[in-house]
């Protein structure tokens, strides 16, 4: 959905992701490319997928001032900045505060870079609000929704979006959606 979002916007050349060591996204080929290829199988495939960029959590000044680095270097082909809110599950219950994610959503907002918040493991009160999100009063850009969706009854998932990303898709026109992919290289 980011990297259709900015070709609907006509930026062919963002498409890639930056994730945080640590960080888990599933086990789907996308999924895995973004998540830290040093937990868990997913070194095993680490050739297979489209290289990512990997960035440390900002959890201190010169931490803040790589990320922000990282996201001016390279807005141009900066997709969306994907992160677990608050804990990093699987990558070793990896905890960091509000302030950390203000910091986060605050400079995606400045590079005019889009904010996915993956709360899968997070969302409806496994962090103590319904969202983990709300703990910092972040609205992301687009947030993974499911594990607790169906109290685990069903295999349930829901991606949201807010309005500016849903514009960037809508259109009367019905070729709109034919489109030329991502590169990569």
């Not at 996201?71 to 809110?85: D, F, G, K, Y």
Request: aromatic share 8%; hydrophobic share 45%.
């Amino acid at each position: 959905m980011a990297v259709q979002y900015w070709l609907n916007k006509g930026h062919v050349n963002r498409d890639r992701f930056v994730c945080f060591r640590h960080g888990y996204h599933g086990d789907t080929f996308a999924t895995m490319a973004l998540c830290d290829p040093d937990e868990g199988m997913h070194r095993l495939f680490g050739g297979v997928f489209p290289p990512q960029m990997m960035a440390e959590l900002p959890t201190d000044e010169s931490l803040q001032i790589g990320f922000d680095r990282l996201l001016s270097t390279h807005r141009e082909r900066i997709a969306a900045v994907i992160l677990e809110p608050l804990v990093q599950g699987a990558g070793g219950m990896k905890m960091h505060d509000a302030d950390s994610l203000r910091f986060i959503a605050a400079t995606c907002e400045r590079h005019d870079v889009l904010l996915i918040l993956d709360e899968i493991m997070t969302g409806f009160g496994r962090s103590g609000r319904m969202f983990a999100c709300e703990e910092a009063e972040v609205v992301p850009d687009i947030i993974c929704l499911s594990k607790a969706l169906t109290g685990g009854t069903l295999p349930l998932a829901a991606t949201a979006a807010r309005r500016h990303v849903f514009e960037a898709f809508w259109s009367e026109d019905n070729g709109a959606a034919l489109m030329h992919g991502p590169t990569y290289g």
